[in-house]
């Protein structure tokens, strides 16, 4: 038997989860830029922001097949009496005629063609007769501008098309290649190293034994790094123990721009990185939320760079990466929409014991039906990670005295989808 | 002037969206299977089901700091007269204890550590007086149980965990970590050829010139396939020539498994398509869909390969990939939801025009708020790109006789997220 010295449990200030995310929102790091080919771009946030380099279309064109014509010669047509139009040329997109449309005049042209000198409408294959000889009859009265695709209707030269610090997206991609960008400058990705600490880890490959169980944590995280925006690094495991964790964070911290460790952030006789940080003397943000679960999620600065302490239980883990560290890299990556998405739901589920701590129950979202609903799934233990199957969603309930009914008004943040801008409307509204 | 021969019209059959995407899914092909390192699955879609291989956890384990206990040894425990117990051994978690609990002993133990024999129940830190030379004060009775995550409570053994054709994300990552998974089998990606046809387009890289465009389809497409969990070939562009169109085409078809061609679709002179098809003797899916934008998507069957044809106007392009392309990779796949995610939303906006084909408008819904709330951005024509930027749905106006007023419930089409069942409930509910 290991000799245990009785030590009192440290006191820790408990602060509220909005605390410590804008504490973490203080602090900043710088990324680099880099350029990337546009094949390359997708998920990438854009350093810069895009204007129109040219106005959309950049000239006038025809949206159909059919005819240029100047509408005045159409001024006096009607079914009765058509007007007889002499056909001076047939252009496809991508050709500029070189003629010019004179009175009685008229051009064949396709869609995306440019709209010939001297017309100033277009009539659509379909409402032209065409007899033969280079003529065609026209019916109908048609007005100037009739179906022209004006130049810079779409778009004017100079106008902001996107943001820097927007994730670039299919839509984004074909407005950089509209405007001629073969390369694209967008932020570097944040290096995100991550070390599981915990004697009980064993490696995925390796076979279970009594008393371990397979290090998730870290996989799981470089995951969600990678769906933030970051690059992860897996930099391994380490056993309980105080001298090997504390070198190897100061070695992890050498190749990244933000370090996330796993485990050690209780009060337990192995959880070593309180003492850690102390050794370090890294400045501490936090180790205390009023949540769950994940209340023991730690943070600290060091040499300007984060260390993120998260907790060894998997779903706790979970939630302290989203809530903390996602909002983070986003940050540095410009994007404005830092924190996970909001929408309000109604409870499904009685939450009737009250908790003095937030909570935030793993759910599933299912769109399908007029009105989304939010259903709690898997065991709601912080050492649960079967409920990270099925979930897309984590409900809010907000910490206090009373539970909460089915049918109360909850916030449901979305794991997937665009961020929200803070703060969070966290009400809950009670169903009568 | 090139000589045109006057043609009629070719009568084309209107199909409704949802028969065209029905003639879509009645399509297979079969993609083979591969394994990939667990730390590159994320994204990917699983070729297998995945069930727990053991227990979860593993064993009956603490979930706090704390001392494991014979509960009976409290029985009589108070304040008044607390029970005093020895302190036979200490572990941290990844150990088993080779000591057993006894009457009047306990072990110390930490989070995550397996329960010593013995003992049936865990009493927080918190909750014990430590008093020196090994031996504790308890003042309250427990209850076997207490404080102990049994092995198996998360999930059992043999209980399926993940399906095939789920997509890979963070908590499904941290389960095939849990259960050893190193590799994963996963679909092999679908290879979707891309060929932009029009004698107006530019490379990216090229300045403008009078008439001409810069390809900005293939690109977009390619970013829209990735997220669809295809890997874009981009093939480059042709002119409008029919034999030159042809001969890519058939090149083309040997390096993918979908092809997908942008313009020369509609009816005008230089719109090869529907000769192309016809020379290939592919058969015909449909060339005409009761939609804007893009009524003129096409789709056919060759040897076993689809090609799509997709319209040259890029938001007639943007729409029809989301709405055709995107289900028919999904499936072969083996996802479930296939379609665009469904959201009903309030119209923001009046739309009071009829038209007779249903209307699928680019826009943008802001979740924040406690209603979701859908706005049209940009231009609502088809060869629009700039309303592109923005959008993150699409609003669905099902065509008719009759105009949509604000405040009308509509189905709106999410970009982003997770995807949604056929089929969809288009009704569009009048405001009063």
Request: glycine share 10%; charged share 25%; hydrophobic share 40%.
């Amino acid at each position: 038997m290991k000799e245990v010295s009785i030590v009192p449990i440290e006191k820790r200030e408990i602060i509220p989860v909005w605390e410590a995310a804008s504490r973490i929102l203080e602090q900043t790091i710088t990324l680099p830029t880099e350029t990337v080919p546009l094949e390359e771009c997708d998920n990438r946030y854009l350093a810069e922001d895009i204007i129109a380099t040219h106005d959309v279309p950049p000239f006038d064109r025809s949206p159909y097949d059919g005819f240029a014509v100047r509408a005045e010669d159409t001024q006096c047509a009607s079914k009765q009496a058509p007007v007889l139009l002499k056909v001076i040329d047939s252009i496809g997109a991508g050709h500029v005629s070189e003629k010019t449309v004179q009175e009685g005049e008229a051009v064949r042209l396709m869609t995306g063609a440019a709209i010939p000198k001297g017309a100033d409408a277009v009539i659509m294959l379909e409402l032209v007769k065409e007899i033969g000889s280079g003529k065609i009859e026209i019916g109908r009265v048609f007005s100037p501008g009739h179906n022209i695709s004006k130049q810079g209707e779409d778009t004017k030269q100079g106008t902001p098309i996107l943001k820097k610090g927007s994730k670039i997206h299919p839509g984004a991609v074909a407005l950089l290649a509209t405007f001629g960008y073969e390369r694209v400058q967008v932020m570097k990705k944040p290096v995100v190293g991550i070390l599981a600490t915990g004697t009980e880890l064993l490696d995925v490959g390796q076979e279970l034994v009594p008393g371990k169980i397979r290090n998730s944590n870290a996989y799981m995280i470089a995951s969600q790094i990678k769906k933030a925006g970051g690059e992860p690094r897996l930099l391994g495991k380490m056993p309980d123990d105080l001298e090997q964790t504390y070198n190897g964070i100061i070695a992890a911290l050498q190749q990244c721009d933000v370090l996330i460790t796993t485990g050690g952030v209780s009060v337990g006789d192995f959880d070593h990185l309180p003492a850690i940080y102390k050794k370090m003397e890294a400045e501490l943000l936090f180790n205390k939320i009023a949540m769950r679960p994940g209340s023991v999620t730690s943070a600290a600065v060091y040499e300007g760079k984060l260390l993120f302490g998260l907790s060894g239980n998997p779903s706790a883990c979970f939630v302290g990466c989203e809530l903390f560290v996602r909002p983070f890299l986003l940050k540095a990556l410009n994007a404005d929409k830092v924190h996970l998405g909001v929408l309000k739901t109604e409870l499904q589920e009685d939450f009737l014991k009250p908790n003095p701590f937030t909570r935030f129950v793993r759910s599933r979202v299912e769109w399908e039906g007029s009105v989304p609903a939010a259903v709690p799934v898997g065991l709601d233990k912080s050492g649960s990670v079967t409920s990270l199957a099925d979930a897309n969603a984590l409900i809010v309930l907000p910490g206090g005295t009373r539970g909460w009914e089915i049918g109360s008004e909850v916030t449901t943040l979305l794991l997937d989808g665009e961020g929200s801008v803070w703060p969070w409307d966290l009400a809950v509204k009670s169903k009568s």
